[in-house]
């Protein structure tokens, strides 16, 4: 193989990895800002799905939980009894009772997650409306401001 080919080899893998790559879809590249939004979320709606979340950890922990001390009582009676079910059995409940943590563990993180984030949207809210100055360093009140939105 001549060195040119390997330059050449070189060149058309790096060219399929780079097309192989991820790209974000990004705003047109014509006119800045527009009135055209790509994500608005509601503080109500932020709030319904951080219930939501709440909602699913709780009938989890309810729900999931209901057949697992009688579960666990069988194994140990197959156990007893010399069957390699009760062993099974056991390792069965130790997993499911380990999938359920973690699942009720994630659930709680994306209501805390979506409570924090209203919060601190909130403030920061609070914080660009009051800091905001025109061009003469005159504070902007918040009603200037929405002058500014229409």
């Known amino acids: 193989m001549a060195w040119d080919e390997w330059d050449q080899l070189k060149a058309e893998v790096a060219a399929e990895r780079s097309a192989a790559q991820m ?3 990004q705003a047109a ?4 800002g527009g009135s055209q939004k790509d994500l608005v979320v509601h503080n109500d709606q932020l709030g319904k799905l951080g219930n939501l979340a ?12 209901h ?3 009688n579960t666990f009582d069988a194994s140990i009676e197959l156990f007893n009894d010399g069957l390699d079910m009760g062993s099974a059995l056991t390792e069965l409940h130790d997993a499911w009772s380990t999938k359920v ?4 563990e994630a659930c709680a993180h994306i209501s805390n997650h979506l409570d924090y984030s209203r ?6 809210e ?6 905001m100055r025109d061009a003469e360093g005159t504070p902007m009140t918040e009603s ?3 002058d500014y939105w229409k």
């Not at 590249?29 to 800045?32: H, I, K, P, R």
């Not at 950890?57 to 999931?64: F, K, Q």
């Not at 919060?119 to 920061?124: G, I, T």
Request: no cysteine; hydrophobic share 35%.
């Open 119 to 124: 919060a601190q949207h909130a403030e920061d």
């Open 144 to 146: 200037r401001i929405q």
């Open 67 to 69: 057949a697992r001390q």
């Open 126 to 131: 609070v914080q660009i409306a009051t800091t």
């Open 29 to 32: 590249a014509s006119g800045g």
């Open 54 to 65: 709440y909602a699913l950890r709780e009938g989890l922990r309810v729900d999931a939980d």
């Open 23 to 25: 790209q974000l879809n």
């Open 101 to 104: 943590g973690t699942l009720k």
